[in-house]
């Protein structure tokens, strides 16, 4: 008996940290961009790509407002990428790091950790990758896996 009230306890605790982990905020660290790309650095996404999706979706008008993102509708960039900031900025180094030619120092240059981009389609519709899956949003709004 001890052991199944032991085990009851071990799945409700691990299912409240995951319900937590994937609500909690996500901190805008920084954004760099230029015509076409767009650079979001964040200290932490949602843990699944669902909520990651939904996150960007009930985010993107605040990000485009407060951060001056000019949206693809109105001539914005074609590919936004999420990074995870990490450690923060450091110098280029021999590492593979993405730096950013509007800072105007040293250290411009973050660790690569994608953790999402969003781009379109050859038809439009607006598509969410990730390292192992990609999503499309249909014309009728419905978030379907992309096949290749």
Sequence with gaps: MKKIILLLFIIIASTTFYL???NINVNIKGIHQNKYTAEI???R???TQKSRIKWWLDNRKEL???HHITSYEHGGPDYITILKFGDGYKKEGKED???FDDMDTETNCIDKDILMTISRTREGL???SFSDAS???SGDGVIKPEHN
Excluded: A, G, Q, T
């Design 135 to 137: 999503y499309v949003i």
């Design 64 to 66: 485009e407002d407060k």
């Design 20 to 22: 937590w982990r994937d």
């Design 126 to 128: 607006e598509r969410f």
């Design 41 to 43: 650095l964040v200290d």
């Design 45 to 47: 996404l949602p843990l």
């Design 97 to 99: 790091r993405l730096c």
